[in-house]
């Protein structure tokens, strides 16, 4: 069996809502996934469990309900978003104007990466007004 992570070590990744390092027992990976986005030029960061649970509303729990062995392709999620309200505002959102934010939470040895992940959908409007960084 690999190593295990760490849950204290701090990563390196800044919190995309609070700005702080986040340490390995806490972190989440954010995977924004637009239709129109080739794979190439994804967008990813990473966030505190916490700072994320602050921002959606408090019926939209953090299930983690798939896993996801870490290779391509991505596991279809249309079930998390279609048809769905925002998962921060709770409006309905235009299909123009969603995004899918995929939340992976890595489980696993540290050299096989492995995400028990769900996806979030939201307003780019939600988003970034909770967002530290201009490029989300």
Not at 28 to 48: G, K, N, Y
Not at 117 to 133: D, G, I, M, R, Y
């Amino acid at each position: 069996m690999g190593r295990r992570r760490d849950p204290d070590f701090k990563t390196g990744h800044l919190c995309r809502f609070c700005g702080e390092l986040v340490p390995w027992g806490t972190i989440l990976r954010l995977i924004r996934v637009d239709p129109d986005t080739p794979p190439f030029m994804v967008q990813e960061s990473a966030c505190h469990t916490e700072c994320l649970r602050k921002h959606l509303r408090p019926e939209m729990p953090l299930t983690f309900h798939r896993h996801w062995h870490g290779r391509t392709p991505l596991l279809d999620d249309a079930g998390d978003v279609d048809g769905k309200p925002c998962a921060m505002c709770a409006r309905d959102i235009a299909p123009a104007d969603l995004v899918r934010l995929r939340v992976q939470k890595p489980v696993g040895p540290l050299k096989a990466a492995e995400f028990d992940e769900q996806t979030l959908p939201l307003h780019f409007e939600c988003l970034a007004a909770v967002s530290t960084s201009r490029l989300f």
